[in-house]
């Protein structure tokens, strides 16, 4: 299961906080979340700190979401590594974390 938790950044920015699994249906539900996002001309960013697993669809879709531009960050040091060896840019640094929920 993927539980994802939107939160508004300003006028066009929207963080999608996932907690859980990316896999099979719940990668496609994301991808077709973020692409309507995308298509009302809204600024995209993954926050994948709640994530545990992701299975191969979801590392498909977040390639695929990666070259539309969406900023993939918050991720574990395994997942993110997993995530760069795919080719997907992932944010590591800490200093732009204003974008999680305390």
């Known amino acids: 299961m993927l539980r994802v938790v939107r939160h508004d950044r300003g006028a ?17 539900m994301l ?3 973020c692409r309507a996002l ?22 498909d879709v977040l390639s695929r979401l990666g070259w539309a531009g969406i900023e993939i960050k918050g991720c574990s040091p395994l997942i993110a590594d997993l995530l760069e060896q795919e080719g997907i840019t992932v944010t590591r640094t800490i200093e732009d974390m204003d974008d999680t929920v305390a």
């Open 12 to 28: 066009h920015r929207v963080v999608l906080i996932l907690e859980g699994r990316i896999v099979m249906e719940w990668a496609d």
């Open 31 to 33: 991808e077709e979340e």
């Open 38 to 59: 995308i298509r009302s001309g809204y600024r995209v960013v993954l926050d994948l700190s709640g994530v545990v697993f992701i299975g191969p669809r979801g590392v």
